[in-house]
């Protein structure tokens, strides 16, 4: 998105000179040429960026200033005044402005000062997202269980914690809660007050995952209109936790064992040294030994990762953690969903309890979220559990299947994601929700089982 530019001058040819200069530059420009006029268009329209000359027809433009800040705190505001006065220039500073540019100035140096004052914001913008994202220390985002095998994980987050730049490699099937390990790590450590960067290595094209963990220098491809920092830069002091670690290219690897050993990278394109303090917390799925010895993972950074190892443990291993997290998400989706479900009957805990749970976790979430939907009561019962979990305890006659080829795999899928979306009126965002997949997947099913609204 485009930066929105508010140019404040009482000279017109001004006001147009630099909206002509600043569009071309790709900006979105408004142009004011009162004090009176500034604070209307703050009021209505949202800005990136606020230039504005000291002396107005209306009001002092210290005044202006002050104003501006009352109304929106974290607005950049580059002040133009016509004299060199430097008392007048402390005055803005101490106000709230981001700098100060003397009149007449040259339009390179003020387009400069323009890239570096966008940049600026948009680094405080990526900071308060980081301390948003910090909210997944909310309810629901702790690892909880009973169970010897989740207790020895707690134990050894609470011990990893404690180090400040041990690298961890972090184990386990999918929907096991790899990530909520890694949360625990960085918010129990002295870095929990730093930035916590995620990226999904499997997820991301390769050459823009470099670009994202490494950043760029501009010109550094074509696309590469001013510089970028990557999330190495952004986490420093902070945590870096990659996802899917066996996804990372050959060449990458060696970009990241640089980093785990010199706490030093370079951007793309960039011909100078950066260093960072920064955790590294990788997760796989995959048994990376196995990949080393294939030759599909370097050795060197296998080692240099695993300095602390966390296995998370299957759910079908911790059996007795099931009820337990079951009611958890009960009572988590009750303030959501806003239902009156209080507990789950006896019969429904069995089918939890002798499920083998392969999506872990995570299916045991969605499939809490989805029986709560259905649920008109006070209880969730088997009938508002999925078919195929019923159907994989042999259970088949409560449900009136006779038809043995309803019982493969498949039909049962295609069934299951029938009935969401049948109870999600076809909403595909909001079955793709209960269904735990996104929405490129569901389509991907819809297709394969050929499955319409008509």
């Not at 060696?254 to 793309?268: A, G």
């Not at 009750?334 to 976790?361: C, D, F, H, M, Q």
Request: some cysteine.
């Amino acid at each position: 998105m485009k930066a929105a530019i508010l140019v404040v001058d009482d000279d017109e040819v001004m006001r147009q000179t630099l909206s002509d200069v600043l569009k071309k530059r790709g900006y979105g420009v408004s142009t004011a040429e009162t004090g009176g006029q500034t604070l209307s268009y703050i009021k209505d329209k949202p800005f990136d960026l606020v230039l504005l000359d000291i002396r107005l027809p209306d009001m002092d433009g210290l005044d202006v200033l002050k104003r501006i800040k009352e109304l929106e705190g974290d607005l950049m505001v580059i002040v133009m005044t016509a004299y060199s006065d430097v008392q007048t220039a402390v005055t803005a500073m101490k106000s709230g402005a981001y700098h100060y540019i003397d009149k007449p100035f040259e339009l390179e140096e003020l387009k400069i000062l323009i890239q570096k004052a966008l940049e600026t914001q948009s680094l405080r913008n990526e900071i308060r997202r980081l301390q948003r994202q910090g909210g997944e220390k909310h309810q629901g985002g702790e690892i909880y269980g009973n169970s010897p095998l989740i207790k020895n994980v707690m134990e050894l987050i609470e011990m990893i914690s404690q180090t400040p730049r041990t690298s961890v490699l972090i184990q386990g099937e999918s929907g096991t809660g790899k990530e909520l390990a890694a949360n625990a790590i960085h918010y129990r450590s002295k870095r929990a007050n730093k930035p916590l960067m995620k990226i999904n290595c499997g997820a991301i094209p390769e050459n823009l995952l470099e670009t994202e963990l490494f950043g760029y220098e501009k010109g550094a491809f074509t696309d590469a209109k001013g510089t970028k920092k990557g999330l190495l830069e952004l986490a420093n002091g902070g945590t870096v936790f990659l996802d899917e670690i066996a996804e990372m290219k050959s060449y990458l690897q060696t970009k990241l064992l640089r980093v785990l050993e010199s706490q030093r990278f370079m951007r793309v394109g960039g011909e100078r040294e950066i260093s960072v303090d920064v955790r590294i917390i990788a997760a796989t799925n995959k048994d990376l030994s196995a990949l080393v010895n294939a030759g599909q993972f370097r050795k060197d950074l296998y080692y240099r990762l695993k300095v602390m190892v966390i296995e998370m443990p299957p759910l079908k291993e911790r059996r007795e953690d099931t009820l337990l997290l079951a009611n958890r998400f009960v009572e988590e989706n009750k303030r959501e969903l806003g239902k009156n479900v209080t507990g789950i009957s006896e019969a429904a805990r069995e089918y939890l309890l002798n499920y083998s749970w392969p999506g872990n976790v995570r299916e045991l979430k969605n499939i809490v979220e989805r029986a709560m939907i259905l649920s008109d009561g006070n209880e969730i019962l088997p009938d508002h559990l999925p078919i195929e979990l019923r159907k994989s305890q042999g259970n088949t006659a409560s449900v009136g299947v006779t038809d043995s080829a309803e019982l493969t795999l498949e039909a049962a899928e295609k069934k299951h994601i029938t009935d969401v979306l049948m109870l999600m009126e076809w909403n595909k965002s909001k079955a793709s929700r209960v269904l735990g997949i996104s929405r490129s997947t569901l389509r991907e099913k819809l297709k394969k089982y050929a499955i319409s609204e008509a």
